[in-house]
């Protein structure tokens, strides 16, 4: 694949023992993940596998075939760096935020929290919140504080000076903890999955590069084309870094569920976006069909309707 617009990280980092695998739609990439966990379980044990996802759910979901892995090796990156820092208060959950709300001013109340299995599920739609999300971004995306809106900065000064006054950490915090004060990844695995890693942010990867320093390998797994979590912070370019070997990359290159018609549509449509590798894949022997919808999601959703009613 050709490499471009590489994610600039310290060269003193050895990253030989990272191992980027891009699975696009329907390449049976859970599979593969699941076929490699299975094999290297079996040759190490279970108990040097970790696997870590966006959501717990993912993370069990990708190790559960036949492998019931210890349940400190499966969870998501801040789960595992919750449980090695010794489980401190959290800031963003509902608690934490209603703490919060009880002494904040008026312009600065926040919405629904989060937990440690879906940390991503969290915040509003006022004011507060969009500045909240934004402060969250900044610091997964590593920018300098200088480069914060003012409004960012105001609001960290508090929220800093609280959870410090309250022993409190947020989601944020358990990253930036991890990436300076734990440089090996909890229970010492030879071996770390990454489901879904087009949806690391740069924070998340320089935690995993970091302890990929004391393993044995760290393999990663998702689609660049997917990446949606960029308003948190998320980055496609990380499947671009130029300091990961060429013999690390795997391109899955059969998808056993996309007719020919929705691939073709599909890749005219995100050769659109700049700035990506290419992922060439092959459809299935299906010729398929694409049909336009009016419908805008809502619920229930009535491209479902739309769905059910066609041929």
Same mark, same amino acid.
């Given at each position: 694949?050709?490499?471009? %617009?590489?994610?600039? *990280?310290?060269?003193?980092?050895?990253?030989?023992? !990272?191992?980027?695998?891009?699975?696009?739609?329907?390449?049976? &990439?859970?599979?593969?993940?699941?076929?490699?966990?299975?094999?290297?379980?079996?040759?190490?044990?279970?108990?040097?596998?970790?696997?870590?996802?966006?959501?717990?759910?993912?993370? +069990?979901?990708?190790?559960?075939?036949?492998?019931?892995?210890?349940? %400190?090796?499966?969870?998501?990156?801040? &789960?595992?760096? =919750?449980?090695?820092?010794?489980? @401190?208060?959290?800031?963003?959950?509902?608690?934490?935020?209603?703490?919060?709300?009880?002494?904040?001013?008026?312009?600065?109340?926040?919405?629904?929290?989060? #937990?440690?299995?879906?940390?991503?599920?969290?915040?509003? %739609?006022?004011?507060?919140?969009? !500045? =909240?999300?934004?402060?969250?971004?900044?610091?997964?995306?590593?920018?300098?504080?200088?480069?914060?809106?003012?409004?960012?900065?105001?609001?960290?000064?508090?929220?800093? #000076?609280?959870?410090?006054?309250?022993?409190?950490?947020?989601?944020?915090?358990?990253?930036?903890?991890?990436?300076?004060?734990?440089?090996?990844?909890?229970?010492?695995?030879? +071996?770390?999955?990454?489901?879904?890693?087009?949806?690391?942010?740069?924070?998340?990867?320089? *935690?995993?590069?970091?302890?990929?320093?004391?393993?044995?390998?760290?393999?990663?797994?998702?689609?660049?084309?997917?990446?949606?979590?960029?308003? !948190?912070?998320?980055?496609?370019?990380?499947?671009?870094?130029?300091?990961?070997?060429?013999?690390?990359?795997?391109?899955?290159?059969?998808?056993?569920?996309?007719?020919?018609?929705?691939?073709?549509?599909?890749?005219?449509?995100?050769?659109?976006?700049? #700035?990506?590798?290419?992922?060439?894949?092959?459809?299935?022997?299906? !010729?398929?069909?694409?049909?336009?919808?009016?419908?805008?999601?809502?619920?229930?959703?009535?491209?479902?309707?739309?769905?059910?009613?066609? @041929?």
């Amino acid at each position: 694949m050709e490499q471009s %617009s590489a994610l600039c *990280l310290p060269r003193h980092l050895r990253m030989s023992n !990272i191992y980027l695998v891009t699975g696009p739609p329907g390449t049976s &990439k859970t599979g593969w993940l699941k076929e490699q966990i299975a094999r290297q379980a079996a040759e190490l044990g279970p108990t040097e596998i970790v696997v870590t996802s966006f959501t717990r759910a993912a993370a +069990i979901e990708i190790s559960s075939r036949g492998l019931p892995l210890p349940d %400190s090796h499966v969870g998501t990156l801040h &789960k595992l760096c =919750f449980h090695a820092a010794g489980m @401190p208060k959290l800031a963003d959950t509902d608690a934490g935020l209603k703490a919060w709300n009880e002494t904040a001013p008026v312009y600065w109340q926040l919405g629904g929290g989060a #937990d440690i299995d879906n940390p991503l599920d969290i915040g509003g %739609s006022t004011e507060a919140d969009k !500045i =909240f999300a934004d402060y969250m971004k900044y610091r997964n995306m590593l920018t300098p504080r200088d480069y914060w809106r003012l409004e960012v900065q105001d609001f960290a000064q508090a929220w800093e #000076d609280w959870k410090d006054q309250m022993g409190f950490m947020d989601f944020t915090d358990l990253l930036e903890w991890g990436v300076t004060d734990l440089p090996v990844c909890p229970t010492v695995p030879q +071996i770390i999955y990454v489901d879904e890693a087009q949806d690391l942010t740069p924070l998340q990867y320089k *935690l995993l590069t970091g302890w990929a320093q004391h393993a044995r390998a760290v393999v990663m797994a998702g689609d660049p084309d997917q990446c949606i979590y960029q308003f !948190i912070g998320a980055s496609h370019r990380l499947f671009m870094d130029e300091s990961v070997p060429a013999e690390n990359r795997r391109l899955l290159r059969q998808s056993y569920t996309m007719p020919q018609a929705a691939h073709a549509w599909s890749q005219e449509w995100i050769s659109q976006v700049e #700035d990506r590798d290419e992922a060439p894949y092959k459809p299935t022997d299906v !010729i398929g069909k694409v049909t336009a919808s009016g419908a805008k999601y809502t619920w229930p959703d009535p491209l479902l309707y739309d769905i059910e009613e066609l @041929p």
